[in-house]
């Protein structure tokens, strides 16, 4: 079956302009989560989604960092007036229930702020 | 808070040969996950392999095995009969079973070579 998909797959903006990225979850998995992948920082968490429940937003950056669920499927990671310190491969994983299942990846979308 | 450190930033392996990746964590759980993924060129994270803390056998899957020493909190991988699509970034993961929205804590990564 389909896989978890991403777009774009390159993003180029500038610097204070707002970007919206979208991960495509797999069919039929209930959990999605955004991580961020940056040369200073490695890899980190950045949301959470389970079901209807409220999002776990404890790893996003700062305020200009949101993201929400529609429908219980498509999700929209939105970074408002975006920083150079922002470019980094932004990855979406989602899993057919929290745990233990395993987290599936897409294929990232690379973000370059000018 | 969950940690997890990989301490070689790269290895190179010649072809059919075996090479060891390393992975250390610190967590104060007793319950969890550990995971090895793959990240190629293509962006695309990969599992490799997955265990599960409460199983003392280790994992196997194919030409990829894992130590698992939950004493010493160490959880290495072994690639066996290295292959050219071996090749890529590899990151070792954790997931408590208790951590708040399940998310993994990847360590930096180490990036193999296969070396025709």
């Known amino acids: 079956g389909a896989g978890v998909s991403q777009s774009p797959s390159n993003k180029v903006t500038e610097k204070g302009k707002d970007v919206e990225l979208r991960c495509d979850p797999i069919s039929g998995h209930t959990a999605l989560y955004w991580y961020r992948q940056s040369l200073g920082q490695g890899l980190e968490f950045l949301i959470y989604?389970?079901?209807?429940?409220?999002?776990?937003k404890s790893g996003l950056p700062s305020d200009r960092f949101s993201a929400e669920r529609t429908g219980g499927s498509v999700s929209t990671l939105t970074i408002q007036r975006t920083q150079q310190e922002d470019s980094a491969v932004y990855l979406c994983a989602s899993s057919f229930s929290p745990s233990p299942d395993t987290q599936y990846f897409g294929p990232g979308t690379r973000l370059t702020v000018l | 808070a969950q940690t997890v450190t990989q301490s070689q930033p790269e290895m190179s392996v010649q072809e059919a040969e075996t090479v060891t990746l390393s992975c250390t964590y610190d967590t104060s759980e007793s319950d969890y996950y550990l995971f090895w993924y793959k990240q190629p060129p293509s962006r695309q994270m990969i599992l490799v392999i997955r265990q599960e803390a409460y199983k003392q056998q280790n994992a196997t899957e194919n030409r990829f095995s894992v130590n698992f020493q939950k004493a010493a909190k160490s959880f290495s991988l072994k690639i066996s009969d290295s292959q050219l699509g071996d090749a890529a970034m590899y990151f070792c993961a954790y997931r408590g079973i208790k951590a708040a929205g399940n998310k993994l804590t990847f360590g930096g990564g180490t990036r193999v070579l296969v070396k025709p």
């Open positions: 989604f389970q079901g209807n429940s409220a999002p776990d």
